[in-house]
């Protein structure tokens, strides 16, 4: 069983008991963190693959150490100039150890995703009751659309303040 997820920024292909090194983390070394963000399945030829994540795939690993990577020289020169300019740079990293592979994960996040929906109806109810706000959000070009299916004269040139008050 393997599985493709994003941490840090970073897409990896993980597996139980796999070492991998990831740009670094804020938690401690040997504590446990979980990674939601499984973009990919695979389980014995069994492959899910997700739009982008996978809804409550989890993989959780174990944080061994953070440390800094191999030295990468940085050397830039412009011929015939006497620029020369020489860096040296150093990635730090957290080398973590997987340790399971969840497939079918908690219900808290589905619940929480599914309470989200119902947060941003009255949102949406409260932008159509002010006009103003909604004017101001629009372009110049929406703006003049609606002044002519209004039927106001000269809106072509009208700027976008003087729009939206003879729109209100």
Not at 88 to 112: C, D, F, M, P, Y
């Amino acid at each position: 069983m393997y599985a493709i997820v994003e941490i840090a920024g970073q897409q990896f292909k993980v597996a139980k008991d796999q070492k991998v090194f990831v740009h670094r983390l804020g938690s401690e070394e040997g504590s446990k963190v979980s990674f939601d963000n499984v973009l990919l399945l695979d389980d014995n030829g069994n492959v899910t693959i997700g739009a982008p994540a996978i809804d409550g795939a989890a993989v959780e690993a174990k944080v061994v150490k953070h440390l800094k990577g191999d030295k990468v020289i940085v050397f830039k020169k412009k011929r015939r100039k006497g620029y020369r300019v020489k860096n040296g740079h150093r990635q730090a990293l957290t080398e973590i150890v997987i340790e399971n592979i969840v497939a079918s994960g908690s219900t808290k996040k589905a619940a929480a995703k599914k309470e989200a929906p119902k947060k941003e109806a009255p949102k949406k109810e409260a932008k159509s009751a002010n006009e103003s706000e909604d004017l101001s959000k629009k372009t110049v070009v929406e703006l003049k659309e609606m002044a002519k299916s209004k039927g106001i004269e000269g809106y072509s040139s009208m700027k976008k303040a003087e729009l939206i008050a003879a729109l209100s």
